[in-house]
């Protein structure tokens, strides 16, 4: 079994996949540069049992982050647990994506993931959403090619902010609550704004990249808060795939182990 962990800004997101290839379980819990690598394996440990997975069945492992600060623990609390070297996404790894940015090394490992799941499962080209900290979008040609992409305040983010700089605007749950285009009341124009003005970004950014890759390119959004967001969008097909970042880090670890 092949152990993944996947770091964000707010969750690190956990799965195991199985000898075939499938997974198993995902789980997420809070991300927290202030924790020891002993923490960091203690909690990994708890899920597993959880789940029912024996720690002795797991033979590899796979990193991604989006933290730096946090490699080094994670990389411990890997082997600490597993006894085995965990690939890390990050300069000099395999991922078989040909990236056509100015600066490949400088691309996200969580983009770079997401890219390389998506290309397992769907024929480019691909508009790929991922509603995380920062909502992130990717453009992925027609040869397969990452072209670039636009990341834009996560509605989290956006909300924390709005909440913070505006005294008479309260923290809100976006899930909580009637989702109406008039909102009645404070929260519910709040809700309004970030679930509506999201899946309204969702499709106008989705014509604009069309414009760029085809109409026919394939839309995927993953990420906490995509299936929130996407039932209110007025695009037709798109994919929720909330699998898609780990997918790709199984295949990279495939790649280099």
């Known amino acids: 079994m092949v152990f993944t962990v996947d770091a964000g800004n707010t969750n690190i997101v956990l799965g195991v996949f199985d000898d075939d290839g499938k997974l198993i379980f995902t789980s997420r819990v809070a991300t927290e540069a202030s924790k020891t690598e002993d923490q960091y394996a203690v909690a990994f440990g708890d899920i597993l049992r959880l789940y029912g997975v024996d720690k ?10 989006v933290v730096p600060q ?16 965990p690939v890390v996404v990050g300069a ?6 040909n990236i056509k940015i100015g600066n490949p090394a400088s691309l ?12 397992l499962k769907y024929a480019p080209p691909l508009i790929i959403f991922d509603f995380g ?10 040869s397969g090619s990452f072209l670039g992409g636009s990341i ?12 913070s700089s505006a005294a008479q605007l309260q923290d809100i749950n976006p899930d909580s609550g009637a989702i109406d285009v008039i909102g009645a009341d404070t929260a519910g124009s709040m809700r309004s704004g970030v ?11 989705i014509e604009r990249y069309r414009s760029e890759l085809g109409d026919d390119a394939k839309v995927i959004a993953t990420g906490g808060l995509a299936s929130s967001i996407v039932p209110h969008c ?8 909330g699998g898609l970042l780990l997918d790709g880090l199984y295949a990279i670890y495939q790649k280099n182990r």
């Open 56 to 65: 002795q069945d797991i033979t590899g492992a796979a990193i991604s982050t």
């Open 70 to 85: 946090l490699t080094t623990a994670l990389k411990n609390a890997v082997r600490k647990l597993f006894g085995v070297d």
């Open 92 to 97: 000099g790894i395999r991922t078989g994506l």
């Open 108 to 119: 996200g490992a969580d983009l770079v993931c997401g890219a390389v799941g998506a290309l």
């Open 133 to 142: 900290t920062a909502t992130t979008i990717s453009g992925i040609d027609r």
């Open 152 to 163: 834009i305040p996560g509605v989290n983010v956006s909300l924390r902010a709005l909440s």
């Open 195 to 205: 679930i509506l003005g999201n899946a309204s970004m969702m499709d106008g950014m």
């Open 234 to 241: 007025k695009t037709e097909g798109i994919v929720l795939d």
